[in-house]
């Protein structure tokens, strides 16, 4: 009987086993993947829309709320008293706190907590100390408005969402991943969050744009508010303080010094740069300093570290929050909007909750000065139970009670018997009558802003910038960015080859001809004898056919560049000539220039790099019929067409040679140059400020606020200061006219000068005192300023070219005054007959006006 029964019992066991070995693996991956996604999505990696905070970072507020007693307290008890709340490991803790604390708007430090430009860690948790914030303790924290849910555990309470009262999301950021999707909310200006609220509340527009505490420099083009799809572009903010050497003073988001000191020596290591040294001497600010080679341009080795290293980078925004345990990706406007609302929201519960409570409190004072006044609780000394006590209280207060605000309850009455003989003894009628007008002013106070309650939360929004808002001006400044062709920046890191009876070209060809230096990134033109054409990357070794005769470095869009040719048509027909750019190719096609005829070939050829037009002899074959047998042609003559037009006709007689008769000149029109001061750079597309149509020798004379002059040639990659005073096209006889204050001698000077192509590369034209500054410079051979010097002195009109000749450069001048210049009105005069290059104003950097204040800026127009 005893082995039957254990029989049955294996057979149900197995019967158990064998049902739950055939459990589908999709109900359980279903089921249980489902359930860790949305762990993983609500617990850890998306913060909530409400306060901004991951649950472990709610968690480090809670925990430090709970041991804040206004002294610090070390991180690892933080961390300790966190993990109550928090079901994960101490490390997790304490890699959110020091985040946290980093970002220095919630959590006061002390000690070594890492370094945000450098990427150095904190010190263990044992060495390091934290407190709450004046700011967090007032914003961030209120128990009677908080909604509490149990711990993981059941042994504690913490928080759904802490009460916060500013949008702490868009101010600190926050980057989390998730299974199936992620977040990344970049970090917004404390004070522009603020203005924006208060916008919101008055129902005017705003606009919301990254600040990073990196600095630097960002565009906000394709910022798409934060919303998905989105990009920002961030960069390190490049100087040039000496001959040879790149200061980085800000590092762009999201790198430190040393990874951005290794993608510099990387792309020094592959050729795209030339760079003798890095030197990184950053400590409480940044500065890296790169030892340029000797033959580098500045400006070009600036658009190189923006091409080739992380000075650099793209940055996605992807803004998803928790919102009621669901997702949901939003813009920042509407992340703000919401938790404008919800502070608000929060604002009006406060009120209400104070409202109550000073109600109540007026209701007892009330009640507690009539059981007083009236001697109620003679009434009750003799009554023996607490039934009587009770109805007798109750019956003597009816009287006096129907001015209070509510019934008067037994727990009113119980509160009255427990007022000490002591108090009863010591009452003050005055003072208790003083009290409850108190009472009913704060009381008239609270309602009038609940009635209020939009300007009561802008007034909030408003002491808040006030009281916290010192030291949180932007730091990341906001610029358009133009597109750097890497081709142009590129250094010329190879040596191209050609080996021309074979048909290759390449770097690894060294045996072979040598043509020039170039990138490897580089796309190279080759002409063939045969008349066809192709544009190739520049690679190792490639082949492009045999009888080459040109090989050159191919810009895309280059209309400047213009290739001249004469050529056969056929085997035995005429000869054509034509000129024409190449601006736009597809690469590794050849293409035919000559003719499609079979046998035609090139019979001369040159690349013209300012379209320059040469003269040449054309000898033709003897013949009895031919009386001129040699004649010269005119590239100049010729009109530039495409590079598949014909051409025009040559000879139809045979050419036995062509010789090169003269050097032509660029028949190109002047270039038309602006200069855009939203990037700082020249630009022939009409954009910013017109300087002039520039030929090949012309240059641009800049001055600056620190008083240096400077002349630079018209290149398009040319950086330029962000101090500039004058910009414009160089005219060597157009004097520099110049009022500035001597620090040494604590005088106003007026000095003239000229500008001459010797300037190399810059030279002041002020003295370098650091008390000296420029009142105002210009360019213009008939000036008359109006200086007004305040009440002190009457205006004085001032002709420059009667005050004072032309002199050196580093003249001093003739001295003005030594009154304080309040402001400057300056015109030029000009006389009949002078020509438009005579009477040609200097550009300043804010107009082409050259009307400027005290301080160098434009007062009024001319």
Known sequence: MEEESNNKEKQKDQTYYNAESIRKVSGMYENWFLDYASYVILERAIPSIYDGLKPVQRRILHSMKELEDGRYNKVANVVGNTMKYHPHGDAAITDAIVQIGQKELVIDTQGNWGNIYTGDGAAAARYIESRLTPFALEVVFNPKTT???????????????????????????????????????????????????????????????????????????????????????????????????????????????????????????KGKIKIKKVEDNTASEVEILIHMANDVSPDKMIDALYAFTDCEVSISPNACVIDVDRPEFLTVSEILRRNTDHTVSLLKKELEIELE??????????????????????????????????????????????????????????KLTEIRIKRITRFDLGKAEENILSLEGKIKEVKYNLNNLIQYAIDYFTNIKKKYGKGKERKTEIRTFDTIDAAKVAVANVKLYVNREEGFIGYSLKKDEYLFDCSDIDDIIVFRKDGTMLVTKADAKTFVGKNIIHVGIWKKN??????????????????????????????????????????????????????????????????????????????????????????????????????????????????????????????????????????????????????????????????FDDDLLVIEKWNPEKPVCCIYYEGEKAVYYIKRFLIDDTLNPQIFFVSENPKSFIEWVGTGWKLIAEINFGKNKEPEIVDFENFIAIKGIKALGNQLSKEKIKNIKVTEEITEGETEETTEKSESKNDEQDNFDGKGEQINLF
């Open 558 to 719: 280059d209309n400047r560049t213009i290739y001249n040719m004469i050529y056969r048509e056929g085997k035995t027909g005429p000869w054509y000539m034509k000129r024409f750019p190449v601006t736009a190719i597809t690469r590794d096609k050849e293409y035919a220039l000559a003719s499609e005829t079979k046998g035609s070939e090139i019979q001369y050829f040159t690349s013209n790099p300012n379209g320059e037009a040469e003269t040449v002899i054309v000898f033709l074959k003897p013949s009895q019929r031919l009386k001129k047998l040699k004649f010269d042609v005119d590239f100049s003559e010729l009109a530039i067409k495409g590079r598949a037009s014909k051409g025009n006709l040559v000879s139809k007689n045979y050419i036995k040679k062509i010789e090169l008769k003269e050097s032509g000149i660029s028949t190109l029109a002047p270039r038309k140059v602006w200069f855009d001061d939203s990037i700082q750079r020249l630009n022939v597309d009409g954009r910013g400020t017109y300087l002039g149509a520039f030929k090949g020798s012309d240059k641009i004379l800049t001055l600056n606020s620190q008083g240096v002059a400077k002349l630079h040639t018209v290149d398009l990659l040319n950086h």
């Open 147 to 269: 909604v509490w849910k149990p711990s993981y555990d059941g042994r504690n309470k913490e928080p759904e969402n802490l009460p916060l009262k500013f949008p702490l999301l868009l101010s600190q950021g926050v980057e989390g991943i998730a299974v199936g999707l992620s977040t990344k909310i970049l970090p917004h200006n404390f004070l522009e969050l603020i203005d924006a609220s208060i916008a919101f509340l008055k129902g005017k527009p705003f606009t919301l744009y990254p600040d990073f505490q990196t600095g630097g420099l960002i565009d906000v083009s394709n910022y798409n508010d934060g919303e998905r799809g989105g990009k920002v572009r961030a960069r390190a903010k490049i100087s040039n303080p000496e001959k040879g050497i790149l200061l980085i003073s800000e590092i762009p988001y999201g790198t430190n010094t040393g990874s951005l000191i290794d993608s510099i020596i990387k792309a020094n290591d």
């Open 357 to 414: 409570e000073l109600q109540e409190q007026w209701h007892f004072t009330s009640l507690e000065r009539i059981f007083i006044e009236n001697r109620i609780y003679h009434k009750i000394e003799e009554l023996e139970t607490w039934e009587e006590v009770i109805s007798t209280i109750d019956r003597e207060l009816k009287p006096f009670t129907s001015h209070l605000i509510r019934e008067v309850t037994e727990e009113d009455i119980t």
